[in-house]
């Protein structure tokens, strides 16, 4: 029996392997048109607040899928200023235009969306939580094939709150 076992694994070893050829099945690749909910990607992105304070700002986003076309793009995001003031935390939902397609190296975007936004002192703040709307605008730059750079302006509760991001992101919408 261990002798066998031993033919059958020395065969094995010399018979060259191939790799197989991944074919996505059909429907699988995204449609340019219709909408498409699902979790597409991820960000995670570091700046300024440049509200008053001068605070550090932290950013991660979770891109949620297509409306209608492929440029058109749902994103969640939560966000955190500290030091230099007060804490703020918001997490938001905005709708974003890409300019160009997602096989583009550079593209530029803008976007709305709304925020609720809360902080340290929010217990004793009537108005807390607060509804923000946000204005968004930026691009992303090919980093690799799945990642791009992204620099972002975030302008939040009628521009009261201003942020700038540097950070990295999946392609969204390839």
Known sequence: M?????????CLAG??????????????????????LGLDGFGVRGGLDFTRHGRLALGATLDL???VTSRVRL????????????????????TFYYF???AEGTRPYAGLGLGLAGGTACSAD????????????GFELRFRPTFNWLLEYHGMDLLRENRIYVGLTTRAGG
Do not use: H, K, M
């Not at 018979?15 to 498409?36: H, K, L």
């Not at 955190?80 to 003031?85: E, H, M, Q, R």
């Open 2 to 10: 261990r002798i066998s076992l031993v033919v059958c694994l020395a």
């Open 15 to 36: 018979v060259p392997g191939s790799a197989q050829v991944y074919e996505p099945p059909a429907g699988a690749i995204a449609p340019d048109r219709g909408t498409r």
């Open 65 to 67: 899928g297509q409306l």
């Open 75 to 94: 994103r969640a995001s939560a966000e955190l200023s500290v030091f230099n003031g007060p804490n703020v935390y918001v997490g938001s939902l905005e």
């Open 100 to 102: 160009t397609g997602p």
């Open 126 to 137: 009537p108005q807390c939580p607060d509804l923000w709307p946000n204005v968004v605008l």
